[in-house]
């Protein structure tokens, strides 16, 4: 059980836990999950951590297939810039390691974005707080569950 699945149990949102054989070799941890899972890439989310004017981090949830767009980011935020945060930051703020960084069940609950192509789905998935482990689950739950808002931030 990892604080993610936790966060979705306690929100009482429907959810799904998917586990598959993580690859230590892999550093592509999002396209391996959609290999593994048999999943389009456009349903598979990515948590990245962003440093915000070089201050305050956020997460944007992005599709495995696009590349997150830290211009959209910024505007999305309202900061001037964003740039990828500090991997020591992210494991210390959010809890996780790099590859199982979740956006349900972080220690500092952070500031979400999540890309608008989510709404295109009934469900998206996401890390569930470890490498090897996704949770499906409707947009608009994890929208509700982290109180993010919904940007288009991917390009």
Do not use: W
Not at 104 to 113: E, F, H, P, V
Request: charge should be positive.
């Amino acid at each position: 059980m990892t604080p993610a699945i936790n966060a979705a149990r306690k929100a009482k949102i429907e959810h799904q836990v998917h586990e598959y054989a993580h690859d230590p070799a892999s550093d592509a941890y999002g396209l391996e999950a959609v290999e593994k899972l048999g999943v389009p890439a456009e349903r598979v989310f990515k948590t990245l951590i962003v440093s915000l004017d070089n201050r305050e981090l956020a997460v944007g949830v992005v599709p495995v297939s696009c590349m997150l767009s830290m211009k959209r980011m910024a505007k999305a935020a309202g900061a001037k810039k964003a740039a990828m945060a500090d991997p020591s930051d992210v494991e210390r703020v959010t809890g996780y390691v790099l590859g199982g960084v979740s956006p349900l069940g972080q220690k500092k609950r952070l500031r979400t974005i999540i890309d608008i192509s989510a709404e295109a789905f009934p469900t998206i998935y996401v890390s569930a707080g470890r490498r090897g482990l996704q949770i499906e689950l409707n947009p608009r739950d994890l929208q509700k569950i982290t109180g993010g808002t919904i940007f288009e931030i991917s390009q």
